[in-house]
């Protein structure tokens, strides 16, 4: 009896030894399994090919400086947190918040604090226009990469800088979405500019100075993308527009003036004068814009500072609508 009852407990220990190795081996396979894709997922990179050259980068990357604002507005939109941007100088209204001390500043957009980047040691920076012949130099801190907007293809690369930002922050979907809701307002002002005759001319206006700008130039969206007609096909294209006089103006005479007024957002060593007390003379009076209301102010924030984003494009279409 005594021989059967030993025989019964060994069995029950055996049968309870061998359930607990078969959960320590299952808790043991779920852990190996939640690790290794983590870990797959933390080491994941990609290639970002730009106007530069080629880069490296982390997806998911936890410390970001940006040095374009178009690219902060897009990841502000897409719920993307940044570590740094350039403070010192005119921050656009529409990223206000990133000028709590809650981000670190690094410089102005024209000089970058090398010093204050390094301490920050980010895993991604992000340049554009203003930056880019000190591209080494920022590499030389952490992988970067080149996001400006080039006007003679302003949409094909603001699309194509949002899908890489889609792919590096793994918000690729939400991308696809946004960019969908601007190439469907888009085709509405198309259409609604093409069946106009009005003629525009796109100024910026800075310290009493006039320039123009036409297709495929910094504001040419307006006349590529948009289909608004212009008053002038033969302006010259480049960064700092056609310098023109009031007389330019009133020769040209355009239904529609539209003008970005740089010294509303930009502090200089010298007392800018609004755009509306430059054109405040008898010569604007004169031409059709001004008699019809159609001197049409941009706001700066979205034209000057920032662009390229998606915010900014979409506030710019929304502009031009409003206008026609």
């Known amino acids: 009896m005594k021989q059967k009852l030993m025989v019964f407990v060994l069995a029950i220990f055996v049968l309870l030894l061998a359930a607990c190795s078969s959960e320590s081996s299952t808790e043991e396979s779920k852990n190996t399994d939640s690790t290794e894709p983590k870990e797959t997922a933390e080491a994941k990179e990609i290639t970002v090919k730009h106007l530069l050259g080629e880069t490296s980068v982390k997806v998911n990357p936890q410390k970001v400086v940006v040095f374009d604002f178009g690219v902060l507005e897009t990841l502000d939109k897409l719920g993307v947190e940044v570590a740094a941007l350039p403070k010192e100088g005119t921050v656009p209204t529409q990223l206000e918040k990133y000028t709590s001390d809650e981000y670190a500043s690094v410089g102005s957009l024209k000089e970058p604090d090398f010093e204050k980047i390094n301490e920050l040691q980010p895993d991604l920076i992000i340049i554009s226009g203003r930056q880019q012949d000190l591209y080494e ?29 889609g792919q590096i922050f793994d918000k690729e979907a939400e991308v696809k979405e946004e960019l969908a809701k601007i190439d469907e307002s888009i085709h509405a002002l198309k259409e609604k500019a093409s069946g106009l005759e009005e003629k525009a001319l796109v100024t910026l206006i800075d310290e009493g100075n006039i320039s123009a700008y036409g297709p495929e130039s ?3 969206i307006i006349h590529d993308v948009f ?44 007392a800018a004068s609004p755009a509306k007390e430059v054109l405040n003379n008898d010569l604007v009076k004169g031409t059709k814009a001004f008699k019809e209301g159609r001197i049409v102010y941009l706001d700066p924030n979205y034209w000057y500072l920032s662009g390229g984003g998606l915010v900014s494009v979409a506030e710019m279409v929304k502009a031009i609508d409003e206008s026609l």
Do not use: C, W
């Open 137 to 165: 130099d920022f590499q030389e801190i952490a992988p970067t990469i080149y996001l400006g907007v080039d006007t003679t293809k302003y949409m094909e690369s603001f699309k194509e800088n949002t899908e890489i930002l």
């Open 218 to 220: 910094r504001f040419g």
């Open 227 to 270: 289909g608004v007609k212009p008053v002038d096909e033969n302006i010259e294209v480049s960064t700092h527009g056609q310098s023109v006089s009031f007389e330019y103006l009133v020769e040209k005479d355009p239904d529609i003036l539209y003008v970005v007024d740089r010294g509303a957002v930009v502090t200089t060593g010298q």
